[in-house]
């Protein structure tokens, strides 16, 4: 990683470009007739509401993770990364090094309205579910089966994209083969399980069991689909590390449940605005994601 990569950017703001949307994580700008520029800032969100304390370099580390699988499953389908330099979109803007590893100039597309969540392992809402009613978003499971358990196979369980500080919510395939037909619907629901696949393994070969993911995919000009957004970060997935997995307990990960269970101590309402983070809390933080994204670009 490069010296710019530990630096803290909050927030980006490029007076030479349109800014479209601002997420929770992500700067999203106008780059053209068919780009845009998307910074990914050190924010973190945690229970749906952005800190105000932000993780050094978490950021760039997004960024090159997404980067990184974005060119290793070109193979299985095509992503809307495009290799233009930074240069080339903002020019001589001068305080472009800070903004280099955190960003990505990608063609624009059509997003899907959902988001295509895989699961691997029976974790987080998935076990909730699965404690009421013996199954994960209507997939049948065989009983007795323990937290953090592999389940038989990937499920695919989509959810509806929510507006910022809404919560989503999952929705059945039928659900979604109504909003964009049965036989596309099919063809989502067979990469997302492809990509996790493909990347389970590679990640497991490397210390890294990821427990679940969720993709994202829009529509090219011509009706193709694309992915798009970020890809198996630890933001959009949650990783464990091999070597501290037990079935029965929730095992520790590399993504921002060590915010999460930081904040279960304070006596906060877990709505907007969110806490300040201690800095320590914040360093660990940081070092989590690195780790992660140092074992998975590991040859």
Not at 67 to 83: G, V, Y
């Amino acid at each position: 990683m490069t010296a710019h990569d530990t630096a803290v950017l909050y927030q980006s703001d490029i007076d030479t470009l349109e800014l479209i949307g601002r997420g929770k994580v992500r700067d999203i700008y106008d780059a053209g007739v068919h780009d845009l520029l998307i910074v990914t800032c050190d924010r973190l969100s945690a229970f749906d509401v952005v800190l105000p304390t932000a993780i050094p370099g978490k950021g760039a580390v997004l960024n090159q993770i997404s980067n990184f699988w974005f060119k290793k499953t070109e193979h299985i389908i095509q992503n809307h990364l495009l290799d233009i330099p930074l240069e080339n979109v903002i020019g001589t803007y001068p305080h472009i090094e800070p903004l280099r590893p955190r960003s990505a100039v990608v063609r624009k597309v059509k997003p899907l309205p959902v988001e295509a969540i895989v699961r691997g392992y029976l974790a987080g809402s998935g076990w909730k579910d699965y404690q009421e009613t013996g199954a994960i978003c209507g997939h049948k499971l065989p009983i007795h089966m323990e937290q953090a358990g592999k389940l038989p196979e990937p499920l695919f369980t989509p959810s509806t994209k929510a507006e910022s500080g809404e919560h989503d919510v999952n929705i059945t395939m039928e659900a979604f083969a109504e909003q964009v037909g049965e036989a596309f619907a099919e063809k989502v629901r067979h990469i997302s399980i492809e990509l996790y696949q493909f990347a389970a393994k590679h990640a497991r070969e490397r210390g890294i069991i990821i427990a679940d993911t969720k993709f994202e995919f829009g529509l090219d000009a011509t009706g193709d689909l694309v992915l798009i957004d970020e890809v198996l970060t630890p933001d959009s997935s949650r990783f464990w590390p091999v070597d501290q997995y037990h079935i029965g307990t929730s095992p520790p990960s590399f993504d921002k449940q060590f915010v999460r269970d930081y904040l279960e101590t304070l006596d906060w309402d877990k709505t907007a605005p969110g806490p300040e983070l201690p800095q320590d809390i914040a360093d660990q933080t940081a070092d989590k994601y690195r780790e992660a994204l140092q074992r998975l670009t590991a040859n």
